[in-house]
């Protein structure tokens, strides 16, 4: 079987729908061993910021000498970007080596979905790389997510805002009790949640299940160097070490909250589960990469590609683009799939543009690049608002970067999947290394 028979074959599964439970993950894993046995592993969930603090969680790790997996979704261009091995993503063998593997296995009552098919893959990689460690992103929630298989030595909840209302709840509360389902018994967690109502679940859930809980302006907390700014410089006052003018690689303001959550669980690691450093620490917030996010190119104009793919995130996007921005000409790409708030979503991003190119990707949850179009002129109904639809987002790319001047700013936002889109595009021209 090629790579892409594979491919076609994984993205078939799809038209199941998302089934959230583990019977069928646990059916699979069972009939190849039991992959996830044999390394330690880290699991994180939360709304925003997990594939942050995930992918800064591997990096130190990798820097302190461990081989160290990591699995995150969605990728933005290739499958492949789903599961990697000490920063270098598995290879089209490794793809076609594990799907083999998953296929050839009793699966259940029902066809797995795309979700735990590909979790399942990735866990087997990991094993037949023998990796020391892995850091698992869930994909949805967490008590009934494919990833909740594991038996993490960490817990991780980065933090907790509406969203999959139809799948976790309606309420914060609701959700955080599907998020703090990946809540172990004896096993730390540690979280950036910050309402009350958020913050008693997991707390709650934490006392049931005996598992130490640390929280961000709790048991560890940080002061800024600066408000904004690119890198984040920060001081962390922790649970058992403070650092000064700590860095992160990521850009906003709120890369330093999450890089505390890190921090924090690399204390906990340290010693007893893992041979950890200050080092360590730095040099891997500090060199961490996680593109699609708040991911800034030094071209002219200067581009910003950022998921931004909910209203917490796009709020967050805001903060950033006001400091950052500030008296450039901006030129926003926008394209949001169609379970999010839309309309929140434009209201927060919408005042910092000149300039707004409506688009869509290829997905079906996309929503109608005209339905973003009507909503703006219904909140920014002012003439000299310039907007315009571009469908295609590789062409909606190219038709901001020849329409804004080379002092201004390109922002393409609203959803990974555009971001993923945009990424390809900017690297067949070259804007980004790796084409």
Same mark, same amino acid.
């Given at each position: 079987?090629?790579?892409?028979?594979?491919?076609?074959?994984?993205?078939?599964?799809?038209?199941?729908?998302?089934?959230?439970?583990?019977?069928?993950?646990?059916?699979?894993?069972?009939?190849?061993?039991?992959?996830?046995?044999?390394?330690?592993?880290?699991?994180?969930?939360?709304?925003?910021? *997990?594939?942050?603090?995930?992918?800064?969680?591997?990096? @130190?790790? +990798?820097? $302190?000498?461990? &081989?160290? !997996?990591?699995?995150? #979704?969605?990728?933005?261009?290739?499958?492949?970007?789903?599961?990697?091995?000490?920063?270098?993503?598995?290879?089209?063998?490794?793809?076609?080596?594990?799907?083999?593997?998953?296929?050839?296995?009793?699966?259940?009552?029902?066809?797995?979905?795309?979700?735990?098919?590909?979790?399942?893959?990735?866990?087997?990689?990991?094993?037949?790389?023998?990796?020391?460690?892995?850091?698992?992103?869930?994909?949805?929630?967490?008590?009934?997510?494919?990833?909740?298989?594991?038996?993490?030595?960490?817990?991780?909840?980065?933090?907790?805002? *509406?969203?999959?209302?139809?799948?976790?709840?309606?309420? @914060?509360? +609701?959700? $955080?009790?599907? &998020?703090? !389902?990946?809540?172990? #018994?004896?096993?730390?967690?540690?979280?950036?949640?910050?309402?009350?109502?958020?913050?008693?679940?997991?707390?709650?859930?934490?006392?049931?299940?005996?598992?130490?809980?640390?929280?961000?302006?709790?048991?560890?907390?940080?002061?800024?160097?600066?408000?904004?700014?690119?890198?984040?410089?920060?001081?962390?006052?922790?649970?058992?070490?403070?650092?000064?003018?700590?860095?992160?690689?990521?850009?906003?303001?709120?890369?330093?909250?999450?890089?505390?959550?890190?921090?924090?669980?690399?204390?906990?690691?340290?010693?007893?589960?893992?041979?950890?450093?200050?080092?360590?620490?730095?040099?891997?917030?500090?060199?961490?990469?996680?593109?699609?996010?708040?991911?800034?190119?030094?071209?002219?104009?200067?581009?910003?590609?950022?998921?931004?793919?909910?209203?917490?995130?796009?709020?967050?996007?805001?903060?950033?683009?006001?400091?950052?921005?500030?008296?450039?000409?901006?030129?926003?790409?926008?394209?949001?799939?169609?379970?999010?708030?839309?309309?929140?979503?434009?209201?927060?991003?919408?005042?910092?543009?000149?300039?707004?190119?409506?688009?869509?990707?290829?997905?079906?949850?996309?929503?109608?690049?005209?339905?973003?179009?009507?909503?703006?002129?219904?909140?920014?109904?002012?003439?000299?608002?310039?907007?315009?639809?571009?469908?295609?987002?590789?062409?909606?790319?190219?038709?901001?970067?020849?329409?804004?001047?080379?002092?201004?700013?390109?922002?393409?936002?609203?959803?990974?999947?555009?971001?993923?889109?945009?990424?390809?595009?900017?690297?067949?021209?070259?804007?980004?290394?790796?084409?």
């Amino acid at each position: 079987m090629t790579y892409e028979q594979c491919l076609k074959e994984m993205y078939s599964l799809r038209r199941f729908g998302i089934k959230l439970g583990l019977d069928i993950i646990e059916n699979i894993l069972n009939s190849l061993g039991n992959p996830q046995q044999t390394f330690s592993s880290i699991h994180v969930a939360g709304t925003n910021g *997990k594939g942050s603090i995930a992918a800064s969680l591997a990096a @130190i790790l +990798k820097d $302190a000498g461990y &081989k160290t !997996g990591l699995y995150t #979704s969605p990728h933005l261009i290739r499958f492949n970007e789903r599961i990697s091995i000490n920063g270098v993503e598995i290879d089209d063998d490794g793809v076609i080596d594990a799907h083999k593997a998953v296929t050839q296995v009793h699966m259940g009552d029902r066809e797995p979905t795309f979700f735990e098919y590909t979790t399942a893959m990735a866990l087997y990689a990991f094993a037949k790389a023998n990796v020391q460690w892995a850091v698992i992103e869930t994909g949805m929630g967490g008590r009934l997510d494919a990833t909740n298989v594991l038996s993490p030595e960490i817990s991780i909840i980065s933090n907790i805002s *509406k969203e999959h209302s139809s799948y976790l709840g309606n309420t @914060i509360g +609701k959700i $955080a009790f599907e &998020k703090g !389902g990946i809540i172990k #018994s004896n096993t730390p967690v540690v979280t950036a949640a910050q309402q009350k109502s958020a913050v008693e679940v997991l707390r709650r859930i934490a006392v049931e299940r005996k598992a130490p809980f640390y929280r961000l302006g709790e048991d560890f907390c940080i002061r800024r160097n600066r408000k904004q700014g690119f890198p984040a410089i920060f001081s962390y006052y922790g649970i058992d070490h403070d650092y000064k003018d700590v860095r992160t690689a990521l850009a906003g303001a709120h890369q330093a909250d999450n890089a505390a959550v890190v921090i924090a669980a690399s204390e906990i690691l340290m010693g007893d589960k893992a041979n950890l450093s200050e080092k360590n620490i730095r040099s891997g917030l500090s060199g961490v990469k996680w593109p699609g996010r708040l991911e800034i190119l030094p071209t002219k104009p200067s581009i910003i590609i950022d998921g931004a793919h909910n209203l917490d995130a796009a709020k967050r996007l805001s903060v950033f683009l006001k400091d950052f921005a500030a008296g450039r000409p901006v030129t926003m790409v926008i394209g949001i799939l169609d379970d999010k708030p839309y309309s929140a979503m434009l209201a927060s991003l919408l005042p910092l543009a000149e300039k707004v190119i409506f688009t869509q990707p290829e997905i079906e949850r996309r929503l109608p690049a005209q339905t973003l179009y009507d909503t703006s002129r219904q909140l920014r109904p002012e003439k000299s608002f310039h907007t315009e639809i571009v469908e295609n987002v590789p062409k909606a790319v190219d038709r901001a970067l020849k329409t804004t001047p080379p002092d201004g700013l390109v922002c393409i936002a609203g959803s990974l999947y555009v971001a993923g889109e945009a990424r390809h595009k900017l690297k067949t021209m070259g804007f980004i290394p790796g084409a």
